[in-house]
């Protein structure tokens, strides 16, 4: 049972399109969310996130906006370039102990078409 | 920067056989966490440490075990392997705090035959 669902499973767009990412939830306790930017045989890179509290962040090219009525929140990617071609995972997390645990989405590939 | 660094890269194991993956925090990060990711699939939270102690653990088998000492590298035992056990292991380290970034090593990619 994936806690955050993602969509859609793969993307293919032209440079400079705005590919955009979306991730639900079902489990209010989540408080935080980052997306992650992953290239093949590499480890997962944080690219930005967010907290329940405001509903739109930008940094750079990225822009997470956040509905925490509807549980759900995206990834926009303005001006994507060929070099944005990666997977891209939501994810949610808690700090249920000591320590915060990442629950990811199930994952996006984008393919940037230069 | 450091970054976390983990041992092996790649490992090769048969089934039934044992294998100890390494993890070496970034410099001052005192939480390690484990994540297992299958191919094609999303990184799955295996345990996490904090300060030499575990703190959580997810979906990690009985068959697996995990510790940190106390220059607070981690490590992660894995018994009687199984042809599933096949995947990429993660570690990331973070410093301690409510919204502290996780940060990832390279992995170590596990191949059970």
């Known amino acids: 049972q994936q806690q955050v669902k993602q969509s859609p499973q793969s993307l293919i767009v032209q440079k400079g399109g705005i590919p955009i990412i979306n991730c639900a939830y079902e489990?209010?306790?989540?408080?935080?969310f980052p997306w992650y930017q992953q290239f093949p045989g590499k480890g997962p890179a944080l690219l930005i996130a967010?907290?329940?509290?405001?509903s739109e962040k930008k940094e750079g090219r990225f822009t997470i906006s956040f509905n925490k009525s509807a549980k759900q929140f995206s990834l926009h990617i303005m001006d994507s370039q060929p070099g944005d071609s990666a997977t891209y995972f939501c994810?949610?997390?808690?700090?249920?102990?000591?320590?915060?645990?990442?629950?990811f989405g199930s994952g996006t590939q984008l393919t940037v078409l230069p | 920067a450091a970054g976390v660094i983990q041992s092996p890269r790649h490992l090769i194991k048969e089934k039934r056989e044992t294998a100890t993956l390494k993890c070496y925090p970034i410099?001052?990060?005192?939480?390690v966490y484990w994540y297992q990711q299958g191919p094609g699939q999303d990184p799955q939270f295996l345990i996490s440490?904090?300060?030499?102690?575990?703190?959580d653990k997810g979906s990690i088998p009985d068959r697996f075990s995990a510790q940190q000492f106390s220059d607070y590298h981690s490590e992660l035992n894995m018994s009687s392997l199984e042809l599933g056990d096949s995947a990429l292991y993660f570690c990331?380290?973070?410093?301690?705090?409510?919204?502290?970034?996780?940060?990832f090593g390279p992995g170590t990619r596990l191949t059970v035959l």
């Open positions: 990331a380290s973070s410093l301690a705090g409510v919204y502290n970034e996780q940060f």
């Open positions: 489990n209010t306790a989540f408080d935080y």
């Open positions: 967010i907290r329940p509290d405001v």
């Open positions: 994810a949610a997390s808690i700090i249920p102990g000591s320590a915060r645990q990442l629950t």
């Open positions: 410099p001052r990060h005192d939480t």
């Open positions: 440490f904090y300060e030499k102690m575990q703190s």
